[in-house]
């Protein structure tokens, strides 16, 4: 008995062999004369690292490794495609026979089932949402029994654009009752919601594939890397649709960062910000005159329904607001995507709801060498969340004090050279640090800009602090141990000498007292306090007769 998806296939697809290319990346002094590949490395830096004159793997080991751990899934269980887009083409040109076959959608929905259904040559059946946008799951499920030769039935949860989320069982239990169907579960946005993925249920059946895309809650929309999760058969079969080499080298690159260990703090960061500013902004714009209904669901996005469209269409143009009207969605359809803080504020100001904006003073950064990879995220008006992980721990506990006692929020996290010693991951997380603040900072307006000293038991520690512009660093001090845990005492001064650097600050540091410890910490709060003061928002401008800092 032949397994449900090779039933389903279209018989040129399952009588196509598989593309005839290695599958793995080859060492690095492997003699590469097979594939008619240009020798010479690419000339840009960019490129360089992405290796362009080579054909890159089809689906790229490590990638796929880390797609899969994200996931839940096992890497068997997952093709690889460019963007998820590209997985709803090669479902529908692997299962749908042109002018035979049928897909089922339930509209309103992401528009691309359609179109490339339509593309195909595949009939386009529909069954329409129910009042509120809700899936009625019997009808869809009756919908599909009554039409002939259908392939593949598609729902987007949360969706697009109603933000509607179909609850994991109910969609499980779609899947079980066509065992003759293939149900595909866009994921597109699943980051953003609560609902659970259905991935590892996919592995499990027959018949129920999943999407998940790096576009959205990684912001990797331009690179075009997206999923397609399943169980080994589906996902094998499926896969003959797509081209020999499907993503290109510099995408592969870009999503192997994206996904770095040392980089998922801030993704999360990111993703918790925006759904924190999804629920501020329905809370806003469900006071505004002009809108009768803000659902928002478990997408990146709020969907409206605007009194008069024209109007609302006319405001966002003039004040340079890009939305996607919607209306034959719903009747004044909009979908409003969530943006950063500050442009959030600008469509509260369009719609005349606005506070007098604060602007915000965050800043999040990479810094990658060959010794450290570091990425720190900062907001100077948010005293939560703390978390920093240099691989160091007495080093964690330090810029933890920094940040608790400067009452600004710190994500830190660092990979590096440990095996050497500590020095580069010390040294570096330092200069990211001051970075990240400098950057936070912005032009350094209507701050204090000056300094503190603080005692700790028989210890005392000044810290004389100006965010200048003009990086300097005085140190006076030593200590009688080399190392306080792994952290050696010597790398307090260096980093100092880095952070002022990095801050383009002047920093005087004067330290007396008995316990290392004792002396080393004092430090780090002195600069946390000293910061406090320095940061903190005062009226006026750039606090300089200069004008500028
Ligand atoms: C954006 C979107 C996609 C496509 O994402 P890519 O990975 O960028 O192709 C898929 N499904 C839905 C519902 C979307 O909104």
Partial sequence: MTCLAERLARPEIVALGDFDIPPRAVPGDT??????????????????????????????????????????????????????DDAIDMLIRAFCRPGDDAILIAPPTFTAYAHFARLQGARVVEHYLGPDFALDAQGFVAAARATPSLKLAFLCSPDNPTGGIVAADTLCAIADALPETILVVDEAYIEFSCAESVAREAVRRPNLVVLRTLSKAFGLAGARIGAAIGSRALIALAARALPPYPLSSLSIAAALDALAPERRRLHADRIARIIAERARMAERLRRASGLDRVRDGGGNFLFLEAK????????????????????????????????????????????????????????????????????????????????????????????????????????????????????????????????????????????????????????????????????????????????????????????????????????????????DHHKTEACFKALGRALRQAIRREAGGVPSTKGLL
């Fill in 31 to 84: 003699i590469k004369l097979d594939a008619n590949e240009n020798p010479f490395e690419p000339l840009g830096p960019a490129a360089l690292a992405a290796s362009v004159n080579r054909y890159p793997e089809p689906q790229p080991a490590r990638l796929k490794a880390m797609l899969a751990s994200l996931y839940g899934v096992d890497p068997d269980a997952l093709v690889v495609t460019r963007g998820a």
């Fill in 308 to 515: 008069d469209p024209a109007k609302l269409r006319e405001s966002f143009a003039a004040a340079g607001i890009l939305a996607r009207f919607r209306e034959t969605a719903a009747p004044g359809g909009v979908r409003l995507t969530i943006g950063t803080r500050a442009e959030n504020d600008a469509v509260l100001a369009a719609l005349g709801i606005g506070d007098s904006p604060v602007g915000s003073r965050r800043a999040d950064i990479a810094r990658d060498t060959n010794e450290t990879r570091i990425a720190v995220a900062i907001d100077l008006d948010a005293a939560a969340p703390r978390r920093i992980d240099t691989g160091v721990p007495f080093f964690d506990h330090m810029l933890d004090q920094v940040a608790a006692h400067g009452g600004f929020s710190l994500l830190l996290t660092c990979t590096g050279d440990l095996h050497v010693d500590a020095h580069h991951c010390i040294e570096d997380c330092a200069i990211a640090f001051g970075s990240a603040l400098s950057k936070a900072l912005g032009d350094r307006s209507g701050i204090g800009r000056y300094g503190f000293s603080l005692p700790m038991d028989e210890a005392r520690a000044e810290i004389l602090l100006d965010l200048s512009g003009r990086p300097y660093s005085l140190f006076e001090g030593s200590f009688a141990a080399t190392h306080i845990g792994a952290y050696p005492t010597m790398m307090t001064a260096h980093v100092f000498r880095s952070f002022a650097d990095a801050l383009r600050a002047t920093v005087h540091v004067r330290v007396a007292g008995e316990d």
